[in-house]
């Protein structure tokens, strides 16, 4: 038995220690991919000096060199844009980033999301390999609507349905080993805070020559950014707002993923033959969980108030899952504070109650980081990341339901799930 049980501390202790050190790769991910970083790990130390400033209106097409009065802003590692809005409702704006090779897109969204967005992608030219041969891809620029998220649902257009273009026309331009894209639009009414979407790729886009549609191969990094254009202030997915997802999601992922459920199972496998240390072992974990929840909830409300109204229809799911599930960890607290004591007749339905809502709650908490992980766009490595450890989590539990002598309590409807002495 007690070779039984040391099994169970054992596997249980690397269920904990495997499981974090995955998670700290996390903590460097945006919760969109974002350009922090180009494809090449490129820098640029001193492009701000080059876009932002009137340099280069001397090679821009003629008719975009005559404005001034521009504002600039850094989107992440060698990509800046900047760009003016005039009083007739017409926006200017032009993108750079280190020579590449591939494609780079600035997007209008309404809700920070892809779908539905109205894009200016831009491409550098070069080698396209199609089928078994390959096809040189001349520079080029076109306006793009985001139907849906596969590569079908990004059409190409030239008419005005979805964006008018002035009369001066987009351009794409190397110079000085740097490439500039630019492109002019009229809208109906002036910009004020406005989200935008930053994407690159790496590969060249394809035309279709009977159709005159241009086809983008998949994004390697993207951003969202919010706008002010009538301030000229920016900012990132990376910074501000952006960082404050980040924090909110990993705080989450780490307390209602990991802490909490890994929490839960010690009484189930360790209670009975352990003493009275899987008791203090399991409050101190629940506690640290319940700390991190109530930092997830601290950090969703502080989100939440900064989001425009017309976006926050988009939590109606996701914000209050997490106010039930929250309140559900309050009534485990209390429950600790109402303990019965074993020879009370209340104690059954205590168990019950103890056990059923803990259960309800994990259920909850999983299911809101899913739930937050789409809302989010979240790149592949928070999906991986959960994934792993919910699949790590599952494993362990069935090697401890399957292990010999195992010290839990038979009777399952009264053997907590979140502690029961």
Known sequence: ?????????????????????????????????????????????????????????SFLPHGYRNQRGFLCSHAGGSVYFKFLQNKDNVTTVFLSREKFSGWMGFGFSKDGGMVGSTAVVGWTGGELIEGMGKVEVQPGIAKFFLQGKDKGNVISFKGDEFMNFTDNPPFVITNDDLFY????????????????????????PSLDINSSRVSLTKHTNQAVMQVDFSSGYGESSTDGRGLQKVRHGMVGLVGWGAVLPFGAIIPRYVRGKGGPQ?????????????????????????????????????????????????????????????RPRKTSEWRKYW???????????????????????????????????FGFITTFLLLTVACLESSPGLPRSRKSDTASVLGND
């Open 181 to 204: 894209m630019g492109f002019q639009v009229k809208f109906d009414a002036p910009l004020a805070q406005q989200y935008v979407i930053l994407a690159m790729g790496t590969d060249q």
């Open 1 to 57: 038995m007690a070779a039984a049980l040391n099994l169970n501390l054992y596997l249980l202790a690397i269920n904990f220690l495997c499981t974090f050190p995955f998670l700290i790769p996390l903590s460097e991910s945006q919760i969109a991919p974002s350009t922090q970083d180009d494809p090449a790990g490129n820098q640029s130390q001193n492009q701000t000096s080059t876009i932002c400033d009137h340099s280069i209106f």
């Open 351 to 385: 168990n019950w109650y103890h056990h059923w809502v803990g259960r309800l709650a994990l259920f909850l908490g999983s299911t809101n980081i899913m739930i937050g992980l789409s809302i989010a766009e979240a790149g592949p490595a928070w999906k991986i990341g």
């Open 278 to 338: 899987w008791f203090f072992l399991h409050i101190s974990i629940q506690i640290v969980g319940f700390l991190l929840a109530l930092s997830t909830v601290f950090l969703g409300g502080q989100l939440y108030n900064e989001l425009l109204p017309e976006l926050r229809s988009s939590l109606k799911a996701h914000r209050p899952i997490g106010i039930v599930a929250f309140s559900l960890t309050i009534l485990q607290v209390l429950a600790l504070v109402i």
